[in-house]
């Protein structure tokens, strides 16, 4: 059975503070893999990955993945207030179809 | 950027009512959207992927006849829950795949739903 794994579940750091959010995942059919940002509503777009190694970066956001160990991060710098929220992780597969790990909950604190 | 919207953005309806639930992708064309149903503080559930001018298809353990899916043209997809049930009430998002060469989705703003 085709599964995404995030890790840590939950995570409370201090504004300025750096933090690392896991991604794991065990799907046939992997085309690519991407990170959204969920706040009150629907999630917005992040990041989509689809070779390995090669880091996408937007702002204080960046993202790796490794398709030969079967993993993604997400990592974000000088967290600020704003970057509270679930972080959710998905994996492409065939025909376009998302599979979402539980996603992890960021506080971040003033 | 590629935007999606839904309407409306939350309903309360009766036992026994149907609601139709509409998504739209505002500046592309999408051939292919995605039905979702979230629960409070779980993730994302897929339901339904929606094809223009083809029939949906549903996910294991999601009834086709009450979660009725149109896509009747590249922009819009719809949803309409039939003869709904208090445990229907939740969070229905949709999202668009913006190309077929693509894996990006966007996502609408979702739509809450809540049966009385």
């Known amino acids: 059975e085709d599964k995404v794994v995030q890790s840590p579940l939950s995570l409370v750091v201090h504004e300025g503070d750096t933090v690392t959010l896991n991604c794991s995942y065990e799907?046939?059919?992997?085309?690519?893999l991407l990170w959204y940002k969920q706040e009150k509503k629907a999630p917005t777009f992040l990041f989509m990955l689809?070779?390995?190694?090669i880091e996408k970066k937007s702002g204080r956001l960046s993202s790796i993945l490794d398709k030969k160990e079967l993993f993604s991060i997400l990592n974000i710098t000088a967290t600020q207030t704003g970057d509270s929220a679930v972080y959710l992780c998905a994996v492409a597969s065939v025909r376009g179809k998302l599979i979402f790990g539980q996603g992890t909950t960021l506080q971040v604190k003033p | 950027g590629a935007v999606v919207s839904q309407h409306p953005s939350w309903v309360i309806c009766k036992s026994g009512t149907s609601v139709k639930i509409e998504c739209r992708s505002l500046d592309f064309q999408a051939t292919t959207m995605f039905w979702y149903r979230q629960f409070p503080k779980q993730s994302l559930m897929l339901m339904a992927t929606s094809n223009e001018g083809s029939k949906a298809t549903y996910e294991q353990g999601v009834e086709k006849d009450k979660f009725l899916i149109n896509h009747a043209s590249l922009t819009l997809s719809t949803l309409t829950v039939t003869s709904a049930h208090p445990e229907d009430s939740s969070f229905y998002i949709c999202s668009a795949r913006t190309s077929a060469q693509s894996y990006e989705q966007y996502f609408g703003p979702g739509t809450r739903l809540t049966v009385t």
């Open positions: 799907v046939t059919n992997f085309r690519s």
């Open positions: 689809t070779s390995s190694g």
